[in-house]
């Protein structure tokens, strides 16, 4: 077992704060307006440093490290019907669990682990830090074609009977003429 410095601890898990803030809210979802992403952005590299601190504690193999992110990359693939903040508290949990689960440290460095994942989840997806945005998504099939951006998103309001936010086209066929749509309003 490698002894803790908390002194470093502390240090880097600042620098590690600022620039995920920096990354996380100012460059992204100041940006994008993505809640979700954001959420799963901010406790993704939460997670991610509490795990490289615990596991950097003592000494494993290479494939426990694969073996690890080859559990979390499950997630993602296998979870169709799950969003990205579901997805990362699955993700925040399976870290406490391994956390609080290696015998590396005393149950003291393990709890500080441990709950730098729970403080970090209870900031982030506060709805009185980052209010919830109520938005509809949803894929729209048409019988035309459309490619000039501000004349499709008037005519999808038009055929909707509401303004939309965005409008992408996923694909255009000319026989039959029409498009796939996805529509965030």
């Not at 559990?71 to 399976?94: C, H, K, N, P, Q």
């Amino acid at each position: 077992m490698t002894p803790i410095d908390y002194s470093l601890l502390f240090a880097t898990l600042s620098i590690n704060l600022v620039l995920l803030y920096l990354v996380a809210y100012v460059f992204f979802y100041r940006r994008h307006k993505r809640r979700d992403v954001f959420v799963a952005i901010c406790l993704v590299n939460v997670t991610l440093y509490v795990l490289g601190g615990a596991l950097g504690t003592f000494t494993i193999s290479i494939g426990v490290g694969f073996a690890l992110f080859s559990v979390i990359s499950i997630f993602r693939m296998r979870s169709t019907t799950l969003g990205w903040t579901e997805i990362t508290y699955l993700l925040v949990a399976l870290a406490m669990g391994l956390t609080l689960g290696l015998p590396a440290y005393d149950i003291a460095v393990q709890s500080l682990y441990a709950c730098l994942l729970v403080l970090a989840v209870f900031v982030v997806d506060h709805p009185r830090i980052l209010p919830q945005r109520v938005n509809q998504k949803f894929s729209l099939t048409t019988d035309y074609v459309e490619i000039e951006p501000t004349a499709l998103k008037q005519k999808v309001e038009e055929q909707l009977g509401h303004s939309v936010q965005r409008v992408q086209v996923k694909s255009v066929t000319t026989a039959p003429t029409g498009m796939k749509l996805d529509i965030e309003s």
